[in-house]
């Protein structure tokens, strides 16, 4: 049988073309209907507090998003979530919000360190726009904790966040956003309002736009709330009220945070907060030199300055391995991770800055950490380096930050150990430089001395 189709003339090649692009159009609808996630309830839990909700995978996380009944409830997320697919979803409106204007989420949600990434939302003319829309504490369980939300595009009209658009009385803590947030008034990279609660160590690397007013990197606007240990490192736009960090902040305590936002805006633009009223800012900062020299409640610092392990080890700040500050170790810094600025010390990197603070808290870091030849021991008023090569001289040196030289001292080794005394060393960062005979590249350290 002959199955040749013999095209005659410009009209049969248009009317075959368009059988073929038809014929794409509906293996295309075919397919995402097969690949499409529909709702599909847990295998575990019950949604107390004592047994969540196990959400494994993109059907459980819609079966939570279409159900209100649901949203009083526990929940604990136990693997990463790809969520592209949601682009497709509901004719281009991508992902439903958890929480809305009439049901607010009031359970806790618990991502157990797993993270949902490509999140896709479309509705600019919603309010409470987010991976969680409206939330609301009513008890003391309500919290969302050690979630991320990576790669997401979120946008909607007003209170919108990549995490969580309109957010009352909660506490979130350990999570993190990025992607693309945008709106017309209440814009956060991770939230878009947030009152009456708590964030501590958060961060954002979200672009963020509002169009009106109120954009920050981590929150559009913050209104009775406490925030601590939380960084931005983004890009925020928009009219007015826009800040690296936060865009409006009232009646509210801000600790121990930074931003490296870029920030451009037509009026009230701050480095790391927009404007700030009634509120108390204490031990924070922002990079003037990413910025540009913004007006602000809170002083710039140069990039150098916010990758010094000493503007925070000064300010207060609780990092990894050190005992001024406290034990514990919220944050961390290392020249190669975050661009050299301080990260979180749950983001797993490596602290470079090997801090050996001794019970009286007399000398800081050890830069270098693994160098050759040296271990360092810190007392009181020296520091001891040990396993050096028997019988051979060294020459040890200390400088400033600047390059004056205030010690240098050469002699022989015997017992492959030598103190170094540093009494005479006041308040601040010195770089140690050590040669060993037959060693031609010197090892260096860099310390921080605190009297």
């Not at 690397?205 to 954009?215: G, K, P, Q, R, T």
């Not at 207060?316 to 600025?341: A, H, Q």
């Not at 808290?361 to 360092?376: H, N, V």
Request: charged content about 20%.
């Amino acid at each position: 049988m002959d199955r040749t189709i013999n095209l005659s003339g410009p009209e049969d090649i248009m009317y075959n073309g368009k059988l073929v692009l038809a014929l794409q159009i509906l293996l295309f609808i075919a397919f995402t209907a097969l690949c499409e996630h529909n709702a599909v309830p847990p295998v575990e839990g019950n949604g107390s507090y004592a047994n969540p909700y196990r959400i494994e995978n993109l059907s459980n996380l819609r079966w939570l998003s279409e159900d209100s009944t649901l949203w009083k409830y526990h929940f604990v997320q136990v693997t990463d979530i790809n969520a592209a697919e949601t682009r497709y979803w509901n004719d281009g409106a991508g992902f439903s919000p958890i929480g809305n204007e009439n049901v607010q989420f009031t359970g806790s949600y618990n991502g157990k360190g797993h993270r949902i990434d490509s999140l896709f939302i479309n509705r600019s003319d919603l309010e409470n726009v987010g991976l969680f829309g409206n939330v609301n504490d009513v008890s003391d369980s309500s919290r969302i904790d050690s979630l991320g939300v990576t790669n997401a595009e979120i946008s909607g009209k007003t209170y919108v966040g990549v995490l969580a658009g309109g957010v009352a009385g909660f506490t979130i803590s350990i999570s993190y956003s990025s992607g693309k947030v945008s709106g017309e008034e209440y814009v956060g990279g991770l939230i878009g309002d947030f009152a009456s609660g708590k964030v501590e160590e958060c961060f954002s690397s979200c672009h963020v736009l509002a169009s009106v007013w109120e954009a920050g990197g981590l929150i559009g606007h913050n209104y009775d709330s406490n925030i601590f240990n939380c960084y931005s490192n983004g890009i925020v736009e928009g009219g007015k009220k826009i800040g690296g960090l936060i865009g409006l902040n009232i009646n509210c305590t801000l600790g121990d945070c930074y931003s490296v936002s870029r920030v451009s805006g037509d009026s009230g633009i701050g480095g790391l907060v927009g404007l700030n009223k009634f509120t108390v800012t204490y031990s924070c900062f922002w990079d003037m030199e990413i910025c540009g020299d913004l007006s602000a409640d809170v002083t710039g610092k140069s990039t150098a300055q916010m990758k010094s392990l000493q503007t925070y080890i000064d300010a207060g700040w609780n990092f990894m391995k050190e005992r001024i500050n406290g034990t514990g170790g919220v944050w961390g810094i290392n020249s190669v991770v975050n661009d050299g600025y301080p990260f979180l010390a749950w983001q797993g990197y490596e602290m470079e800055y090997a801090s050996i603070f001794n019970n009286q808290g007399k000398m800081a870091s050890d830069a270098l950490g693994t160098a050759p030849l040296i271990r360092t021991f810190a007392g009181s008023n020296r520091i001891t380096f040990s396993r050096l090569p028997v019988d051979q001289h060294i020459r040890l040196r200390v400088f400033t930050v600047s390059g004056r030289k205030v010690i240098e001292v050469i002699k022989k080794v015997h017992k492959g150990t030598v103190e170094l005394n540093i009494n005479c060393l006041s308040h601040g960062s010195y770089i140690v430089e050590l040669y060993c005979d037959k060693v031609f590249k010197p090892s260096v350290k860099t310390i921080y001395v605190s009297r």
